[in-house]
């Protein structure tokens, strides 16, 4: 029986990866915000906790969440359109919240424990680990070993994925000090929320 992913293969989960875990979505959106607020040493947190978090998803899904989703869509529907909703009052909340306000919402999904619960409400989230236990999960002898091996490459290749996110966002830190530039990152922030969610809920030809 096959337990481990074979070098073709483990490459090609590697670029899933990095693909996946490097383009624009909620969690890279909030993750940019997290390096704006406290910049790229205070951000590291966030960094780590969305890491941790869609691989723990993706250990869950591969481990049996991921087979009883796709024999029934509807959960997963429910669970896409579950996160959309979530996510798109909390870019209405951040397009509308005084900076005080702003300051207090975003700590409850900063910080390491906050980007890794947030990673389990996140759309795309879901969809990646979905589409990793589709293709790269054979379904045959040795799931926990191979389980935990996608997981520890997830791991591997997101880390460096994601940190341009919270590096772009530290570097607009100290642009952000009137009221009239913090108008302006909260708009564009809720913005990119919005739009990060349209681009994993609605079908593409």
């Not at 290749?157 to 909260?186: D, E, K, M, N």
Request: hydrophobic content about 55%; glycine content about 12%; charged content about 10%.
């Amino acid at each position: 029986m096959e337990v481990s992913l074979s070098p073709a293969q483990a490459i090609a989960f590697m670029a899933f990866v990095a693909v996946a875990a490097g383009t624009p979505g909620p969690g890279n959106v909030l993750l940019a915000a997290a390096g704006a607020r406290g910049g790229l040493r205070q951000g590291l947190p966030s960094l780590f906790g969305q890491v941790a978090g869609m691989s723990t998803l993706l250990l869950a899904v591969t481990l049996g969440i991921g087979g009883l989703l796709l024999d029934r869509p509807w959960l997963l529907e429910t669970l896409k359109w579950g996160g959309a909703v979530l996510l798109c009052w909390m870019a209405w909340s951040i397009a509308t919240a005084t900076r005080a306000e702003g300051e207090a919402d975003a700590a409850a999904w900063s910080g390491f424990l906050g980007m890794a619960a947030f990673q389990w409400a996140n759309p795309k989230g879901w969809l990646i680990s979905v589409a990793a236990n589709a293709t790269f999960l054979d379904g045959h002898g040795g799931i926990l070993s191979r389980s935990l091996t996608l997981t520890a490459l997830f791991m591997l290749i997101a880390l460096p994925s994601c940190l341009p996110w919270l590096a772009f966002g530290a570097a607009l830190q100290h642009s952000l000090r009137t009221p009239r530039t913090w108008l302006v990152y909260r708009c564009m922030t809720a913005g990119l929320l919005v739009a990060s969610v349209a681009l994993f809920i609605w079908p593409h030809d």
